[in-house]
């Protein structure tokens, strides 16, 4: 499944950068990229434990950049 999502709040491209590498790092993400200038992400995975998978992802976005905000399209 592909997602496209809002995030706000990364401070630079190497932050965001970073943050992708891992949000990578999650099981069952299949690819993703994050674009600073456009504030996007999007987001490439399996669809099983969808709920589950979202949870990891804001984990992860919290603990790598607290001040970001992500919203879906």
Do not use: H, W
């Not at 709040?9 to 932050?15: F, K």
């Not at 950068?17 to 995975?45: C, G, H, P, Q, W």
């Not at 992802?57 to 001040?67: A, G, T």
């Amino acid at each position: 499944m592909r997602k496209i999502f809002k995030i706000k709040g990364i401070d630079c491209a190497n932050c965001a950068a970073e943050l992708e590498r891992s949000i990578d790092k999650i099981e069952n993400i299949k690819s993703v990229s994050i674009s600073f200038i456009t504030e996007r992400m999007v987001l490439e995975y399996d669809e099983k434990n969808e709920k589950e998978l979202m949870k990891q992802l804001k984990k992860v976005i919290k603990r790598e950049e607290p001040d970001a905000i992500l919203e879906e399209f």
